[in-house]
Nanobody
Framework: QVYLVESGGGLVQAGGSLNLSCAAS????????MAWFRQAPGREREFVAA????????FYADSVKDRFTIFRDNGKKTMYLQMNSLKPDDTAVYRC???????????????????WGRGTQVTVSS
């Protein structure tokens, strides 16, 4: 069993920055492909960014490309999402997810992921 806990969310003005963290724990944890998703009220869950097991490959949704950066520190069992130039449309609950595989690729659909954190709220005011 692997557990994920997000932190770092909060309220920020448009144009500001936040850095989200996703800490993993559990006896079966190994560096897996991971991702961030988000869901705003009344909207479907949306892919944000994904990262490979080593961190060498990343992929972003067009809506966040050049503003957000996903990275990980496997020694600390933690993944991050640095969010810059935030917009009100970025307001959502952000959840991290992991996929138990030794595949070296990245995955962008929620159905790919088998374990999830509970999420952290990000609110961007205009």
């Amino acid at each position: 069993q692997v557990y994920l806990v997000e932190s770092g969310g909060g309220l920020v003005q448009a144009g500001g920055s936040l850095n989200l963290s996703c800490a993993a724990s559990g006896r079966t944890y190994n560096p897996h492909p991971m991702a961030w998703f988000r869901q705003a009220p009344g909207r479907e869950r949306e892919f944000v960014a994904a990262i490979s097991r080593t961190g060498g490959t990343t992929f972003y949704a067009d809506s966040v490309k050049d503003r957000f950066t996903i990275f990980r520190d496997n020694g600390k069992k933690t993944m991050y999402l640095q969010m810059n130039s935030l917009k009100p449309d970025d307001t959502a609950v952000y959840r991290c997810a992991g996929k138990q595989t030794y595949n070296m690729g990245v995955f962008t659909t929620s159905q790919d992921y088998g374990y999830w954190g509970r999420g952290t709220q990000v609110t961007v005011s205009s």
